[in-house]
């Protein structure tokens, strides 16, 4: 399945489904910009207080992730650390920072329940 799709998010929520979700309200939004002229995908993952979920409504994140497609393919497939690409500018932060460092171990455990979907995912370029 190709990455960023529809079905790509729904195969995401289901790997990450055992992990255990955080006692508050914790939404990541992500924006990911073609490299080229084209569309941007948008979609959050949902931390808490319900089930550990990825969906398409980024609107009420209260920290989102921009990056080009190309940069977000790399940390997909390790081939680059997202905080690199943030030291590097490739990656920019808008909201509360708190939310992504006050929940790194949360976000390791999610990266980790995702190895197995990354092994199954198309990752073209844009």
């Known amino acids: 399945m190709r990455y960023l799709t529809d079905e790509w998010l729904r195969a995401a929520t289901d790997?990450?489904?055992?992990?255990?979700?955080?006692?508050?309200?914790?939404?990541?939004?992500?924006?990911?910009?073609?490299?080229?002229?084209?569309?941007?995908?948008?979609?959050?993952?949902?931390?808490?207080?319900g089930p550990v979920?990825?969906?398409?409504?980024?609107?009420?994140a209260g920290l989102t992730l921009?990056?080009?497609h190309s940069t977000a393919v790399a940390i997909a497939t390790?081939?680059?650390?997202?905080?690199?690409a943030f030291l590097d500018g490739e990656l920019t932060v808008g909201g509360d920072m708190r939310l992504l460092l006050?929940?790194?171990?949360?976000?390791?455990?999610?990266?980790?329940?995702?190895?197995d979907l990354r092994a199954a995912t198309e990752f073209e370029s844009s």
Not at 53 to 60: L, M, N, S, W
Not at 102 to 115: P, T, V, W
Request: no cysteine; charged share 25%; hydrophobic share 35%.
């Open 15 to 49: 790997a990450v489904r055992s992990v255990d979700p955080l006692p508050e309200d914790v939404t990541i939004g992500f924006v990911v910009s073609a490299d080229h002229a084209g569309d941007e995908s948008t979609y959050a993952l949902d931390l808490g207080p």
């Open 78 to 84: 390790g081939a680059l650390s997202a905080q690199r």
């Open 102 to 115: 006050g929940h790194a171990s949360q976000l390791a455990s999610i990266d980790d329940h995702l190895r």
């Open 53 to 60: 979920r990825y969906h398409r409504d980024a609107e009420r």
């Open 66 to 68: 921009h990056l080009q």
